[in-house]
């Protein structure tokens, strides 16, 4: 069972030029978000102004030390902080629907997307020339989510539900929309950016969303004994839903993990160890990546960029938080295939959201073992994709044909974004 994910186009080029620096564009410069300085006043042919009298002297201070004191239009950034809160002006310029707290769609976007502009809006706010900036934008956000919870699946019937415990639907639940099925990996994007976002604000009300959608997710372990590989979590609510995948798995145990760090309940690191096991379990291949998901015994063995990102990223914070060197080294193991595996071609046939997810995670495990890849592989992406894939007003384009899409922008944004903040920021 999948959703539809849009593919980007095969680029040769992609290779050669991604690894080339590139330049910011005239109109891309850290002025563009700051007054312009006026024109000289004196006449073209002058190379140099006369020597003005006293009383000049003093006015031209006076206007000088005024022009000091006035306070910039925007935000002062720069480089990678500059190009992402370009993207997410274009986001919010293009996709957010004013006064809703809400994304366009059908006629609201889906959680999916809604997730990863949450993700760029809590990236951006690391930034700390934009913290200050972001604040606003992060209430919106939370304002915008709270239409997704669903406390019982009370919606339209899209099917027979196998939880009804309190989580975010796919689509806005009742009354704002139809609500119904709740996928467990969308839960698992949002459940780890209000993890952030408490860390960040320190206000308990995101923490709690954190709690309650681990709480949707443990319920939702498979442990019945009759299963194929007994253990991990579904793809959705769906009582029809057969699929236990990579993708619900592993980020619910990073999401374990942070809860473990801020709350220091044991029963958050036990529920990591295993998810992280049972992946390691049932879905690790030969090649040291993992697959996607196994169904009805059979595995599947599509090798997607996210999937190798999310455990990574819980190899890595297992290590940290209990000091077991082998979680390091699993995490190693994998980093080290999927850098052969997923060529920068391989990673430009995939949504932009697949890289995203995988390139914070690299990053992270660079920043503990200091290895270089991480960054760079994201700054060669991004910029590929802001001189190759970027319309006018800085609105990004994906799938075949290319089309603007929420979920693009977003994931470019939170790449640049990421690129800017410190990696402790990442998690």
């Keep these: 069972m999948s959703r539809t994910m849009p593919i980007r186009r095969p680029c040769v080029a992609f290779v050669i030029a991604a690894l080339l620096p590139a ?44 022009r000091r004191r006035a306070k910039p239009r925007g935000p002062v950034v720069h480089g990678d902080a500059l ?60 304002v915008g989510l709270q239409s997704y919870l669903d406390t019982d699946n009370s919606g339209a019937p899209e099917g027979t539900y196998t939880s009804s415990l309190p989580a975010f639907d796919a689509t806005a639940a009742p009354p704002t929309g139809p609500g119904g099925t709740k996928y467990y990996d969308d839960n698992d994007w949002v459940g780890i950016e209000m993890v952030r976002v408490y860390e960040l604000t ?37 009582a029809e839903n057969s699929d236990r995948n990579t993708v619900t798995t592993a980020p619910a145990a990073e999401l374990a993990l942070l809860l473990y760090r801020d709350t220091h309940n044991p029963q958050y ?24 998901h196994i169904r009805h015994g059979v595995v599947d063995a599509t090798v997607w960029s996210y999937n190798q990102g999310t455990m990574i990223g819980a190899g890595t914070l297992l290590y940290q938080l209990t000091g077991n060197a082998e979680y390091l080294f699993q995490a190693r193991q994998t980093a080290r295939a ?15 959201f697949f890289p995203s997810v995988y390139f914070r995670n690299l990053m992270y495990l660079d920043s503990v073992t200091h290895d270089p890849p991480g960054a760079r592989l994201a700054q060669a992406y991004a910029d590929y994709a802001w001189q190759y894939d970027r319309g006018a007003g800085n609105v990004f384009l994906g799938g075949s044909p290319p089309s603007a899409q929420l979920l693009v922008q977003a994931s470019i944004a939170q790449i640049y974004a990421l690129l800017a903040t410190p990696p402790a920021a990442y998690f």
Excluded at 212 to 236: D, H, K, R, T, V
Excluded at 339 to 348: F, N, Q, V
């Design 338 to 352: 999927a850098l052969e595996y997923l060529t920068p071609a391989r990673l430009y046939l995939e949504n932009p």
């Design 83 to 142: 190009r992402a809160y370009l993207a997410f002006e274009a986001m919010q310029r293009d996709y957010y629907i004013q006064g809703s707290g809400l994304y366009a769609g059908e006629p609201f976007s889906y959680l999916w997307p809604f997730s990863q502009a949450l993700a760029s809006t809590v990236s951006l706010a690391h930034v700390p020339a934009l913290a200050r900036t972001l604040r606003r934008e992060l209430s919106a956000r939370l």
């Design 202 to 238: 320190h206000e308990p009300g995101p923490l709690g969303y954190a709690e309650g959608i681990m709480a949707f997710e443990i319920a939702g372990w498979q442990s019945n004994p009759a299963l194929p590989c007994p253990g991990g979590i579904p793809f959705s609510n769906e």
């Design 23 to 66: 330049a910011l564009p005239a109109s891309a410069s850290a002025t563009h978000l700051r007054a312009r300085t006026p024109a000289s006043s004196y006449p073209a042919e002058n190379s140099r102004p006369r020597a003005p009298s006293a009383r000049a002297h003093a006015a031209s201070r006076r206007k000088v030390s005024r």
């Design 269 to 292: 690191l036990q529920f990591a160890q295993q998810a992280y096991k049972w992946v390691r379990s049932c879905l690790l291949l030969p090649s040291w990546l993992y697959a996607d």
